[in-house]
């Protein structure tokens, strides 16, 4: 061998003896750190989010009603309603006007919001205005259970409603 082949020879024994040295570090440096901390059991694995908490229906809801009357014809209604909710509980004031005429009433409101989203709503007429003798026709205000449902967007009520001695009929409230 020359001079030449022995400096390299000398070179790779040297490079070799490193490269186990560093192989060694590697694996105490793999085999030496910290084990992953242990899942902890109250939370569990990650969970996807939960879906977010439907909009509280408190505040002013205001629009419109027909009641379907039983010769087919529809009496519609303006209304304006008042409502606070505390937890699936509702509670407020309605005043129902019906159009074309000077007859309202002014309702107490007592309900729930169900698990599933629908809101179920119980009114009770605690003032209301009755035609003048003579000017024909009789308004009745029923005390009415409504069954609404809340749109997607949280910002309409719609729904039917249904009362002993009536026909029932439908409404639609906007978020005011």
């Known amino acids: 061998m020359s001079e030449g082949q022995t400096s390299w020879g000398w070179i790779g024994t040297v490079l070799a003896a490193c490269i186990t040295v560093l192989g060694s570090i590697v694996v105490a440096v793999i085999n030496h750190q910290p084990a992953p901390a242990p899942i902890d059991p109250t939370h569990g694995p990650a969970r996807p989010p ?41 509670t407020g004031v309605s005043r129902q006007d019906l159009l074309g005429t000077d007859y309202f009433a002014v309702v107490s409101l007592n309900g729930q919001v169900g698990k599933d989203g629908a809101v179920h709503l119980q009114d009770l007429v605690i003032q209301q205005s009755y035609p003048v003798q003579g000017q024909g026709g009789v308004v009745w205000w029923y005390a009415k259970t409504c069954s609404l449902e809340l749109s997607a967007d949280g910002n309409t009520l719609e729904g039917t409603w249904q009362a002993p001695g009536a026909s029932g009929g439908t409404m639609r409230l906007q978020r005011r």
């Open 50 to 90: 939960a879906p977010a908490a439907a909009p509280s229906l408190t505040g002013r809801w205001g629009g419109s009603g027909v009641q379907m009357m039983p010769d087919g014809s529809q009496r519609a209604y303006n209304m304006v309603m008042d409502l606070v909710q505390e937890r699936t509980t509702l």
